[in-house]
């Protein structure tokens, strides 16, 4: 079955825009987070959603919000961009139950903001 | 909360030597354990896990990883390194409480493997 599509995949930007990427899950999956990775910081939780309801939220400005669609489809939107916001974001989908449930991850989206 | 310590931001081997990351992880409970690997521009790749059980847990690609409670740590091995082993690799956590799912995790600062000849 396909995998988690992220689009688009590079993306160039401008101090002050704004941005919406995309993150279509592995079919079935209803959980949906994002991270993100930058050299200085690392990989960071941003937030996760599970039935289009924001279910944990990562230590990120407001600037950065998201949402999630009936299909799982999720989004997620930067505001006021800064050059800051230059990274790999990334996708995971998977499906809560019980015990360990397996994150799949996206191929990311490559922010660059000028 | 929790927190992983990867030593060695930069580990270059041989190929066919041993490879060894570090893992070190700080939870008030064992948390779930995982090591994955990024090649350049891509995504996430999951190596291996270990939930639950035997302690010695085998991925793919000819990794493996022991969990070991009293050294809090997680280290991954392979045996014998191939130049296709050459990329980043992430250790992470995750808690086990409330819901189980596993996309809420905690990443190491990622170690970069090199692989000589």
């Known amino acids: 079955k396909a995998g988690v599509t992220q689009t688009p995949r590079y993306l160039i930007k401008t101090r002050g825009q704004q941005v919406t990427l995309s993150c279509s899950p592995i079919s079935g999956h209803r959980s949906v987070s994002w991270y993100q990775q930058t050299p200085g910081q690392g990989l960071q939780f941003l937030f996760e959603?599970?039935?289009?309801?924001?279910?944990n939220k990562g230590n990120f400005p407001g600037r950065f919000s998201g949402r999630q669609f009936s299909n799982s489809r999720s989004e997620m939107n930067v505001s006021t961009l800064e050059l800051g916001d230059s990274a790999l974001y990334l996708c995971?989908?998977?499906?809560?139950?019980?015990?360990?449930?397996?994150?799949?991850f996206g191929q990311g989206t490559r922010l660059t903001v000028v | 909360a929790q927190s992983v310590t990867q030593l060695g931001s930069h580990v270059s081997v041989s190929e066919g030597a041993l490879v060894l990351l570090r893992c070190n992880y700080s939870s008030s409970v064992p948390p779930y354990l995982f090591w994955y690997v990024q090649y350049p521009n891509q995504g996430l790749q999951l190596l291996l896990k270990y939930t639950t059980g035997a302690t010695l847990v085998k991925g793919i690609n000819g990794f493996e990883a022991e969990f070991k409670k009293s050294e809090t740590s997680f280290h991954l091995t392979k045996p014998s390194a191939h130049m296709s082993d050459a990329a980043e690799y992430f250790c992470?956590?995750?808690?086990?409480?409330?819901?189980?799912?596993?996309?809420?995790?905690?990443f190491g600062t990622g170690t970069r493997l090199q692989v000589t000849l």
């Open positions: 992470a956590v995750s808690d086990r409480s409330g819901s189980g799912t596993a996309s809420k995790l905690t």
């Open positions: 995971a989908s998977s499906t809560p139950g019980q015990g360990y449930t397996e994150a799949f």
């Open positions: 959603y599970f039935s289009e309801t924001q279910r």
